[in-house]
């Protein structure tokens, strides 16, 4: 009789959990969470704007190929100085 | 899930393409769920509202791509439930040590049910009393099934386990919830 009045406990054990009362956040704190997730929500939305080290890394690609290039001018124009002097 | 919500694919949808009204629809639909979920698990209002959160701050940064007919709910207690489980962890939390002061502030943090009150029936506060006392791996099975609805599979693949352990675990659950209802 014990035994069948535990297996009747067991049963009701996942009714009584589903019937219990739904607990929720407070009004003021679901209001700030979901104020918080949208924001969140739109900055994902946004496309990404090019970073700080992006336009460093573009900066530094000009400034390497316009100095590169003068330097390659700078030795162009010394070798053919170089080779001028040397023809007279 | 028992009440599956046919509309959550594409809710989804709609959320990925930027949709705020899908997400606060979702929002709407399983804030209570995922709160009582985490109050239950986890016994304080506080701990509870920071890790819903960060739950849904998840959802709104990357919103997960799930298979077709696929229902959202096991995603998010799976995220709600590894939350609760990070936390543990980066707190060192000892269940064991803690049990009772847990049981203590989760017997407090739970309000009364106004029908509950009017009827005078301990039943409730008496299941929620030996929930707290259930060590986690089991309050967890039985708070996705027998609370969230989940299926046993599904509530299985949000624990990781094969589905022939987490049906011994429910089961154990449920035996001994049963059995501290019957002594409280």
């Given at each position: 009789m014990a035994e069948d009045d535990d297996r009747l406990t067991e049963r009701?054990?996942?009714?009584?959990?589903?019937?219990?009362?739904?607990?929720?956040?407070?009004?003021?704190?679901?209001?700030?969470i979901e104020a918080v997730c949208l924001a969140q929500f739109r900055r994902r939305r946004r496309p990404p704007l090019p970073s700080r080290a992006f336009l460093v890394g573009v900066l530094e690609a000009t400034l390497a190929v316009l100095l590169g290039g003068s330097y390659l001018l700078w030795n162009l124009g010394r070798a053919l100085v170089i080779y001028g002097v040397h023809l007279r | 899930m028992r009440d599956d919500r046919a509309c959550d694919p594409e809710?989804?949808?709609?959320?990925?393409?930027?949709?705020?009204?899908?997400?606060?629809?979702?929002?709407?639909?399983?804030?209570?769920?995922?709160?009582t979920f985490l109050l239950r698990l986890g016994g304080r209002r506080d701990l509870a509202e920071d890790l819903c959160q960060e739950l849904w701050l998840r959802l709104a940064a990357r919103p997960p791509v799930l298979q077709q007919d696929m229902p959202l709910g096991p995603w998010?207690?799976?995220?709600?439930?590894?939350?609760?489980?990070?936390?543990?962890r980066s707190r060192e939390y000892d269940e064991n040590r803690?049990?009772?002061?847990?049981?203590?502030?989760?017997?407090?943090?739970?309000?009364?049910?106004?029908?509950?009150?009017?009827?005078?029936?301990?039943?409730?506060?008496c299941l929620q009393a030996a929930l707290a006392q259930l060590p986690l791996p089991y309050r967890e099975c039985l708070l996705l099934v027998s609370g969230a609805g989940l299926t046993a599979?599904?509530?299985?693949?949000?624990?990781?386990?094969?589905?022939?352990?987490?049906r011994k675990r429910l089961s154990r659950a449920r035996e001994m919830l049963a059995k501290w209802m019957r002594l409280g």
């Amino acid at each position: 009789m014990a035994e069948d009045d535990d297996r009747l406990t067991e049963r009701h054990i996942d009714v009584l959990l589903a019937s219990t009362q739904l607990q929720d956040l407070d009004p003021a704190a679901a209001k700030r969470i979901e104020a918080v997730c949208l924001a969140q929500f739109r900055r994902r939305r946004r496309p990404p704007l090019p970073s700080r080290a992006f336009l460093v890394g573009v900066l530094e690609a000009t400034l390497a190929v316009l100095l590169g290039g003068s330097y390659l001018l700078w030795n162009l124009g010394r070798a053919l100085v170089i080779y001028g002097v040397h023809l007279r | 899930m028992r009440d599956d919500r046919a509309c959550d694919p594409e809710l989804l949808a709609r959320l990925r393409q930027g949709d705020e009204e899908a997400f606060s629809e979702l929002y709407a639909a399983y804030r209570a769920r995922l709160f009582t979920f985490l109050l239950r698990l986890g016994g304080r209002r506080d701990l509870a509202e920071d890790l819903c959160q960060e739950l849904w701050l998840r959802l709104a940064a990357r919103p997960p791509v799930l298979q077709q007919d696929m229902p959202l709910g096991p995603w998010l207690y799976r995220v709600a439930r590894n939350l609760y489980i990070s936390y543990l962890r980066s707190r060192e939390y000892d269940e064991n040590r803690t049990a009772e002061l847990t049981a203590i502030q989760f017997l407090s943090s739970l309000q009364p049910d106004p029908l509950e009150e009017l009827s005078g029936n301990e039943m409730q506060h008496c299941l929620q009393a030996a929930l707290a006392q259930l060590p986690l791996p089991y309050r967890e099975c039985l708070l996705l099934v027998s609370g969230a609805g989940l299926t046993a599979q599904q509530a299985a693949d949000v624990l990781d386990l094969p589905a022939p352990t987490f049906r011994k675990r429910l089961s154990r659950a449920r035996e001994m919830l049963a059995k501290w209802m019957r002594l409280g």
